[in-house]
């Protein structure tokens, strides 16, 4: 059973960073991973996505302050936030082969 678990979220002040993890219970060297989040009301969206190639795609809103990254040596994929602003407040979630979801990790950015 595939498992994943995200970790690193948290309560940060504007400007501020995080870094987010998810670990996988299979491999993952082989298939497409994603970060989602969805705020309070709305949607969930996309926010970053990276191929076995690590080839990587964003949301707009994030481009140039999100950066995604994946370790296949440990079944992890890491987002990295930084300039956080108010409205990136969401839980965000792992998604792994367009087919799998972890629980989520809540960020908040508040002063």
């Known amino acids: 059973q595939v498992q994943l678990v995200e970790s690193g979220g948290g309560l940060v002040q504007p400007g501020g960073s995080l870094r987010l993890s998810c670990a996988a219970s299979v491999d993952i060297s082989r298939v497409f991973m994603s970060w989602y989040r969805q705020a309070p009301g709305k949607q969930r969206e996309m926010v970053a996505e990276?191929?076995?190639?690590?080839?990587?795609s964003y949301e707009d809103s994030v481009k140039g302050r999100f950066f995604i990254s994946r370790d296949n040596s440990k079944n992890t994929v890491y987002l990295q936030m930084n300039s956080l602003k108010p409205e990136d407040t969401a839980v965000y979630y792992c998604h792994m082969s367009q087919t799998y979801w972890g629980q989520g990790t809540q960020v908040t950015v508040s002063s």
């Open positions: 990276i191929t076995t190639f690590s080839r990587t």
